[in-house]
């Protein structure tokens, strides 16, 4: 198994662009988390998915932000437009089951927002 | 605010001995787990204690779970250099709808 896969792996990008990070989880998985980890604030769930669909969004920061899983192997994370403060790694994750197994984590994307 | 806490934050020993983190959260809980994060990793997951469990093992790893203190602790015995990393604690809360919640974590180095 190739485990939870994202990329890209680093991300720089001027303030104002659009950015994607994309995310493939654990095939047979059915629930998918996006966090975003900085000093500061710690790791925080930003939205997940159960079976496709959107479950919980609110910990994204604003409506610069928006995620999508259009199938069950692939999601993405959207940030426009992007602004410095959004400059994090952002991980995404999957499980078999939500709430009762645990969670299996990508190497997260590094972004740089200049 | 974060649903766990880890105390220490940084905690630092010699190879062989006993390292023990500890974790308070704040509601009921239908499990607790324990991950390790190692430099410009992702998070793996180390072991989870459901709200009726009150220690698991899983190797050098030891885990109890206190629910009337909201409290967790993870000890790993007979350290090695490369059980440095982070540890973080993470809580389904029973309200929560299956999302996992982490706290700050510790930051865990083994001296050779």
């Given at each position: 198994?190739?485990?939870?896969?994202?990329?890209?792996?680093?991300?720089?990008?001027?303030?104002?662009?659009?950015?994607?990070?994309?995310?493939?989880?654990?095939?047979?998985?059915?629930?998918?988390?996006?966090?975003?980890?900085?000093?500061?604030?710690?790791?925080?769930?930003?939205?997940?998915?159960?079976?496709?669909?959107?479950?919980?969004?609110?910990?994204?920061?604003?409506?610069?932000?928006?995620?999508?899983?259009?199938?069950?192997?692939?999601?993405?994370?959207?940030?426009?437009?992007?602004?410095?403060?959004?400059?994090?790694?952002?991980?995404?994750?999957?499980?078999?089951?939500?709430?009762?197994?645990?969670?299996?984590?990508?190497?997260?994307?590094?972004?740089t927002v200049t | 605010s974060q649903q766990g806490e880890e105390d220490p934050q940084a905690l630092s020993i010699q190879e062989g001995?006993?390292?023990?983190?500890?974790?308070?959260?704040?509601?009921?809980?239908?499990?607790?787990?324990?991950?390790?994060?190692?430099?410009?990793?992702?998070?793996?997951?180390?072991?989870?204690?459901?709200?009726?469990?009150?220690?698991?093992?899983?190797?050098?790893?030891?885990?109890?779970?206190?629910?009337?203190?909201?409290?967790?602790?993870?000890?790993?015995?007979?350290?090695?250099?490369?059980?440095?990393?982070?540890?973080?604690?993470?809580?389904?809360?029973?309200?929560?709808?299956?999302?996992?919640?982490?706290?700050?974590?510790?930051?865990?180095?083994?001296?050779?």
């Open positions: 198994d190739a485990g939870v896969i994202q990329s890209p792996r680093h991300e720089v990008t001027e303030m104002g662009q659009e950015v994607t990070l994309r995310c493939k989880p654990i095939s047979g998985h059915n629930s998918l988390f996006w966090y975003r980890q900085t000093m500061m604030r710690g790791l925080e769930l930003l939205i997940y998915f159960n079976n496709n669909v959107p479950i919980d969004d609110s910990g994204m920061p604003e409506d610069r932000f928006s995620a999508k899983m259009p199938n069950a192997s692939f999601s993405t994370l959207k940030i426009q437009p992007s602004e410095p403060r959004d400059s994090a790694v952002y991980f995404c994750a999957s499980s078999s089951e939500t709430g009762l197994s645990p969670l299996h984590f990508g190497n997260g994307t590094r972004l | 001995e006993n390292a023990t983190m500890n974790c308070s959260y704040k509601t009921s809980i239908n499990n607790l787990q324990w991950y390790r994060q190692n430099s410009g990793r992702g998070l793996v997951h180390l072991i989870l204690i459901r709200s009726n469990e009150r220690e698991k093992h899983s190797g050098r790893l030891r885990v109890t779970l206190d629910t009337s203190k909201k409290s967790s602790s993870l000890l790993i015995t007979a350290s090695r250099a490369a059980d440095t990393a982070s540890y973080f604690c993470a809580t389904d809360a029973s309200s929560g709808a299956g999302k996992s919640t982490f706290g700050d974590g510790t930051t865990l180095t083994v001296k050779p």
